[in-house]
Nanobody
Framework: QVQLVESGGGLVQPGGSLRLSCVAS????????MGWFRQTPGKKREFVAA????????YYADSVKGRFTISRDNTKNTVDLQMNSLKPEDTAVYYC??????????????????WGQGTQVTVSS
């Protein structure tokens, strides 16, 4: 069973940057497609970004396009999310996950599994 652990969250001022990292361990991790989602209290989990198995194809939510960059290093089993020009509305718990079902759209959390525990990102002055 693959386990995912996110890190890098914290408190940052509007306009600032953070880099989140997701490390996979355990099981047989064969560099599957991965995604980042976020969630705020009382709301559904929201798609942020996703990346193909080799990093050549990426997907972004319109709300983060041009500000966030997803990348991966398959030699280290990591997937990172570089977040720039952060806004208060980016405040959420951020989760990484493994794409497990291609029958769903890339932005649908139902197509992902092995969720990490999440890391809190707070954008506030």
């Amino acid at each position: 069973q693959v386990q995912l652990v996110e890190s890098g969250g914290g408190l940052v001022q509007p306009g600032g940057s953070l880099r989140l990292s997701c490390v996979a361990s355990g099981g047989t991790f064969s560099s599957p497609p991965m995604g980042w989602f976020r969630q705020t209290p009382g709301k559904k989990r929201e798609f942020v970004a996703a990346i193909s198995y080799n990093g050549e194809v990426t997907y972004y939510a319109d709300s983060v396009k041009g500000r966030f960059t997803i990348s991966r290093d398959n030699t280290k089993n990591t997937v990172d999310l570089q977040m720039n020009s952060l806004k208060p509305e980016d405040t959420a718990v951020y989760y990484c996950a493994v794409r497990t079902n291609n029958n769903f759209r890339w932005d649908n959390p139902e197509g992902f599994g092995s969720w990490g525990q999440g890391t809190q990102v707070t954008v506030s002055s």
